[in-house]
């Protein structure tokens, strides 16, 4: 248990559906982060935000929307999505001490989506 | 290429064994993790040394960090098969973004 949790764990889709994946982190963190995980693919970072707000996005398509309520809950907003979407999508947070980078992640255990 | 990236891709050893990974990086850090990811698990954090620090250790883990040659290495002790995993190295460029390699894929059988 890290303290962080995705649901749903797993989730099959088709191109026309819109889905949403759901991370929390019990841990008081300041930063959160989407990363996304394919097969033989270094982890691409997908979105970062600090207190809540969207710090960096790193060139990802638009048929994915995040959104952070608040420092503790992130989504993923997915829509008319490609079977090269299919990956493992992880969550993590951090708590960020101004000037000494990123630190520690705390990953969730993933939401494994398969585009159909 | 990527940011970080791992050496060898895959390693298989007899328990007991040691295992030693290597990351390579192309920039100015401000610190490199290493993290252990189980099969279609998370990924969890092992270690984080410094861009000032030589060496580190943790339990049966110790990781060194060579600014000057833009390396790292982790080595694991007395490796048990419980250790079986894949291994990332991450660099952290002292921005918003932690750059992770391709992995190195651990076998340890019994």
């Known amino acids: 248990e890290t303290g962080v949790t995705q649901t749903p764990r797993h989730l099959v889709m088709g191109m026309t559906n819109k889905k949403s994946l759901k991370c929390e982190q019990h841990?008081?963190?300041?930063?959160m982060y989407w990363y996304k995980q394919s097969a033989k693919k270094p982890l691409e970072l997908m979105f970062v935000y600090n207190f809540k707000e969207q710090t960096e996005n790193n060139s990802v398509p638009s048929r994915f929307s995040p959104e952070c309520p608040n420092s503790s809950h992130l989504f993923l907003h997915l829509h008319t999505l490609q079977p090269e979407d299919s990956a493992l999508y992880l969550c993590a947070s951090s708590q960020r001490a101004g000037g000494l980078g990123t630190g520690e992640l705390f990953f969730g255990e993933g939401s494994r989506l398969t585009v159909l | 290429s990527q940011q970080g990236e791992e050496d060898p891709q895959a390693l298989s050893i007899q328990e007991g064994e040691n295992a030693t990974m290597n990351c390579s990086y192309k920039?100015?850090?401000?610190?490199l993790q290493w993290y252990r990811q189980n099969s279609g698990r998370g990924l969890v954090h092992l270690i984080l040394i410094r861009s000032n620090e030589r060496e580190k250790h943790s339990g049966r883990l110790r990781v060194t960090l060579d600014t000057s040659k833009k390396s790292s290495s982790l080595l694991i002790t007395a490796s048990r098969a419980a250790d079986t995993a894949s291994y990332f190295c991450a660099t952290d460029l002292n921005t918003d973004k932690l750059i992770f390699g391709t992995g190195t894929r651990l076998q340890v059988f019994p």
């Open positions: 920039t100015s850090i401000n610190n």
């Open positions: 841990l008081g963190h300041n930063a």
